[in-house]
């Protein structure tokens, strides 16, 4: 009689959790048939291999192949069956970028936490130069940014740069700004912007300049001879910085939404002997209970975190504005998974992002555990 034939048994993939269980919400644009590869498995590797510094399709492609089966198997790819990297390339191309976005957002909301009782926002947007073609513009990407955590918590596309001031608002929509304080730059320093943060039980904090020329007049002109001053000095990195914050109520005349205090800041900045001095002025929406000037002052400098702890290291260490990534939405995506990627590593208390992604290149079963542990 003959023997019936041994079929070895499928290994049993875990239940998705983390991030893994995250990419299961996002929908996908694939057509069921012939699809080998669930959407999740190749969200997850593709964001496993950028937690390891990754900064190609390419880099992806050789992580993926490198990696042992049962690495593979804890991302949700079963039998050692990788993806290749036309099969990534693809999916990310026809991904849903938004939706990606709102999924990981949600996820991250959920992860930071307030300081004193409060949450702090910055608000800014980034084009992704790299990613212009002949026929269309680079992406321009509007991203709320955590001051306390350093992670991102949201990220909207808006045509051109152009489209950012009504982006921010339908960014912000997507968050409970109940008790929350949002940072924005000059460009931002818009009624509506202003007024839709407050509605929502929020206060802001924007930068006036010479864009606003009436409200910058009346602000420089308030007489902040008389006002005391809060300074904090800091010195390192070859160079001496002075900040000095004076605040005043709001005068009744100024006629920006919600006002209630205007503050000057003085930047002194000594380096090899050459003194630069900058001076700008803010509003704020929140009163001298709820942000004397020694919790204004960390709230202004904090917005600067965006640029210095999410801009810089995408554009240095992940070298975006030259990345060769232009299809559909493959860009957006790989920003996500960056944006993604700095954030776990934020949240995990780690300063210096591209040691971390060194670290992760040569250990990648640390970054498969960000993924389901985080």
Not at 136 to 154: K, Q
Not at 193 to 217: D, K, R, W
Not at 265 to 289: D, F, P, Q
Not at 324 to 345: D, H
Request: glycine share 8%; proline share 6%; hydrophobic share 40%.
């Amino acid at each position: 009689m003959p023997s019936s034939p041994i079929v070895p048994a499928r290994a049993q993939l875990p239940e998705p959790s983390g991030l893994l269980a995250v990419f299961g919400t996002v929908p996908d644009p694939r057509h069921r048939r012939g699809v080998r590869h669930t959407l999740p498995s190749v969200l997850a590797v593709g964001a496993a291999a950028v937690l390891a510094y990754a900064r190609s399709f390419a880099a992806i492609g050789e992580w993926v192949a490198d990696q042992p089966g049962a690495a593979l198997a804890r991302l949700g790819v079963p039998d050692g069956r990788r993806p290749e990297e036309s099969t990534i390339r693809r999916a990310f191309a026809r991904l849903d970028a938004d939706a990606l976005d709102r999924a990981i957002s949600a996820f991250l909301w959920t992860r930071t936490h307030r300081v004193q009782g409060r949450r702090v926002i910055a608000v800014d947007g980034k084009t992704v130069r790299g990613a212009r073609t002949g026929a269309t513009g680079a992406p321009h990407l509007v991203a709320a940014f955590d001051h306390g955590s350093g992670a991102v918590l949201g990220q909207l596309a808006v045509a051109a740069k152009s489209n950012e001031i009504p982006a921010v608002r339908d960014l912000l929509a997507a968050f409970d700004l109940t008790g929350t304080v949002v940072t924005v730059d000059a460009m931002h320093t818009q009624t509506d912007t202003a007024e839709f943060i407050t509605a929502t039980g929020g206060h802001y904090v924007v930068t006036v300049n010479g864009n606003q020329p009436s409200l910058h007049a009346a602000c420089k002109a308030l007489p902040w001879t008389e006002v005391p001053a809060h300074r904090t000095t800091e010195t390192g990195h070859g160079r001496r910085a002075t900040r000095t914050l004076k605040v005043i109520d709001a005068p009744a005349w100024v006629g920006f939404a919600s006002a209630a205090q205007i503050a000057q800041l003085r930047r002194t900045v000594t380096r090899a002997g050459k003194k630069s001095v900058e001076v700008v002025c803010l509003i704020t929406s929140a009163g001298h209970r709820q942000a004397p000037p020694e919790t204004l002052a960390p709230w202004i400098r904090g917005h600067w975190g965006i640029e210095n702890r999410l801009h810089w290291v995408r554009d240095v260490t992940y070298d975006e504005d030259r990345s060769q990534i232009r299809t559909g939405s493959a860009p957006q995506v790989m920003v996500t998974l960056r944006n993604t990627a700095i954030s776990l590593l934020r949240l995990t208390g780690t300063s210096n992002i591209a040691k971390a992604l060194r670290h992760h290149a040569r250990h990648p079963g640390k970054a498969i555990e960000h993924l389901l542990t985080c």
